[in-house]
């Protein structure tokens, strides 16, 4: 049963408090209760911008190159169903004053049939991939997966049967609290298999990356040099912003992009 439009005015509400509320995930009952009723089961991979990833794999045709965003279109070509929300509640409950609030997130499967009408609306598969490469043009990193809080507040069910496609800011996505959530709830969302992070010795510890760039706090400089720690989720930003090159990507080709797509089958089907 879609839920009244109300809810998502309340969640835009609320919004502003979320660090608060993430951070008392960390008192043991809270936790437990919060990722059973929110989060249990889900997995969720964030996806870089393609531009910031190299290739360890040889090219010796256009078909045998792999990108994050082939990701995305492989789900939407699968979808039974496919739905757009006509604003990021993300962005808006922030008041995001960098990125439009109206690229917002897509939903796949059967049960966005149940989501409120004034929300969004069901579009056609080309809708669907040309809306995700409108948000990567606007410089938004998709994170794809079973996200149960989605089915929650948006009354579409079960939640074994919808595909959540974000498309986040680095300022306002739900997931840079991930060093606020307690682990075992930040642990639902990470980076791509095979997603490799490098500091190259063209780093001059100028700090663009890990002043407000890493929404994970995955990045801090050490003599001189930015080190990652493993609490990186692969988002590419900092590479984005590194004014030296010196931060590098890379993903290992076809066996990793395999191995997403095996993963998010067994969690959640849309077909």
């Not at 009244?4 to 993430?22: C, D, H, M, N, Q």
């Not at 531009?51 to 492989?74: A, F, G, R």
């Not at 991930?178 to 100028?206: A, H, W, Y």
Request: glycine share 6%.
């Amino acid at each position: 049963m879609s839920r009244p439009i109300w809810v998502a005015s309340f969640l835009k509400w609320i919004y502003p408090s979320r660090r608060i509320l993430a951070k008392m995930t960390h008192i043991p009952l809270v936790g437990e209760v919060v990722d059973q009723i929110f989060f249990r089961g889900d997995e969720t991979f964030l996806l870089p911008l393609d531009q910031t990833i190299q290739v360890n794999v040889p090219l010796v045709s256009p078909d045998s190159m792999v990108i994050p965003s082939q990701v995305v279109e492989y789900y939407i070509n699968q979808a039974s169903h496919h739905w757009m929300i006509d604003f990021c509640i993300c962005r808006e409950g922030d008041n995001c004053q960098e990125y439009t609030h109206k690229l917002g997130c897509i939903f796949l499967g059967e049960p966005v049939l149940q989501i409120n009408s004034k929300l969004g609306r069901l579009v056609s598969k080309e809708e669907a991939l040309d809306h995700a490469r409108r948000c990567r043009e606007a410089g938004l990193v998709h994170s794809i997966g079973r996200n149960r809080l989605d089915s929650i507040w948006l009354g579409a069910t079960p939640c074994e049967n919808l595909m959540t496609i974000c498309n986040c800011c680095p300022c306002c996505c739900l997931w840079g609290l991930v060093s606020d959530f307690n682990p075992k709830i930040s642990q639902k969302i990470t980076r791509m298999p095979g997603l490799q992070v490098e500091v190259t010795e063209n780093c001059t510890g100028c700090r663009e990356c890990a002043d407000g760039t890493c929404f994970a706090d995955a990045i801090f400089i050490e003599n001189g040099r930015a080190e990652i720690t493993l609490e990186c989720r692969g988002c590419g930003r900092c590479v984005e912003v590194c004014p030296e090159d010196a931060i590098l990507l890379t993903i290992e080709g076809k066996r990793n992009f395999q191995e997403v797509i095996s993963r998010l089958d067994k969690v959640v089907d849309i077909i």
